[in-house]
């Protein structure tokens, strides 16, 4: 049983964490089935870079028309490479493009589509999996009664397992027509760690009082090479940008840690950062929700807990370089 995935890199051509991570679990179940991983990437600078974690054959198009996403074109680019190379399952991470095309990929291939996939796969029967349910507050176990299976991984449910193999590397060529391939804008992002790639998130909420106190938030973030995101009532007020709005109404939120800075905890906001792993909450309330769903709390003003985290981060920093 040969398993396809679709390695997703940044506008650089750098593999995105979530690629890594996903050819991990894909090369661990191989490892169960005996078939080989196989990998279908876009205008990748080192598609060799996939051979550290198990990845046995590596097939690339540097062609300028898949630059851009487009998910018309990407399902029939990856469902393509899915019926040649006579693939049984298809591995995506939980990106939104991912998450996206997998709808149309399992409708091209006749597969079974499961997201938000937490576990390996337990092969009986049937394939199953587990996977998060109810904005990550329950566990559900799937079984796949097709022959063929699509799942997309949830970022950070299984990490990065080096396992170096030889690996072999082509191009490919696909034939894209002209008229499809329209781009009406593109949003340009800058060098800093986005939400959806990030380890750590750093994330204020009302508390901080107003936008020019922000620089709090980023410190800390740029100490831990973190990403920064807001509660939803700081990006209504227009302190910060839609696009950092984490929770259910805005973008979920996965990261090994995820610190809430002056964030009451609204049971909207809680939802969407459940599934990160480690959760720390800043607060001057005692009785803020967030303290119940947080791992670890602080009682105390940011404005004199935060300058004082930076320092120390700073010093073990210099300690242990």
């Given at each position: 049983m040969d398993i396809l995935i679709f390695a997703e890199t940044d506008d650089n051509g750098i593999f995105k964490k979530d690629a890594l991570e996903i050819a991990s679990y894909a090369a661990e179940f191989s490892s169960q089935t005996g078939g080989q991983v196989k990998a279908i990437c876009f205008n990748s600078k080192n598609p060799e870079k996939l051979s550290e974690f198990g990845v046995k054959k590596i097939i690339n198009s540097t062609d300028e028309k898949l630059k851009n996403f487009d998910a018309g074109i990407y399902s029939d680019c990856i469902s393509e490479i899915f019926n040649n190379e006579n693939c049984n399952t298809l591995i995506l991470s939980s990106s939104s493009n991912s998450k996206y095309i997998g709808g149309m990929i399992a409708v091209k291939v006749d597969a079974g589509y499961v997201t938000n996939v937490i576990s390996k796969p337990i092969i009986e029967a049937k394939l199953s999996v587990v996977r998060n349910t109810f904005t990550n507050k329950a566990f559900e176990t799937v079984e796949i009664t097709k022959s063929k299976s699509i799942l997309a991984i949830s970022k950070n449910s299984y990490g990065l397992k080096e396992n170096p193999i030889k690996s072999e590397v082509s191009e490919i060529n696909f034939n894209i027509s002209e008229a499809r391939n329209k781009v009406s804008s593109v949003e340009k992002t800058s060098n800093k760690v986005t939400i959806a790639d990030a380890d750590i998130v750093v994330s204020g909420g009302r508390g901080l009082k107003g936008p020019e106190n922000w620089h709090l938030i980023e410190n800390l973030a740029e100490v831990l090479g973190a990403a920064t995101a807001c509660s939803k009532p700081v990006s209504d007020l227009g302190w910060r940008p839609h696009s950092e709005h984490v929770g259910q109404t805005g973008k979920p939120v996965s990261s090994n840690l995820y610190i809430a800075i002056g964030i009451s905890g609204a049971i909207q906001h809680l939802a969407g950062v459940n599934s990160s792993k480690?959760?720390?909450?800043?607060?001057?309330?005692?009785?803020?929700?967030?303290?119940?769903?947080?791992?670890?709390?602080?009682?105390?003003?940011?404005?004199?807990?935060?300058?004082?985290?930076?320092?120390?981060?700073?010093?073990?920093?210099?300690?242990?370089?």
């Open positions: 480690v959760k720390v909450v800043i607060n001057t309330d005692p009785e803020a929700p967030f303290f119940k769903a947080a791992d670890y709390g602080i009682v105390g003003d940011a404005f004199q807990v935060v300058p004082k985290l930076i320092d120390k981060l700073k010093e073990f920093k210099l300690a242990n370089d």
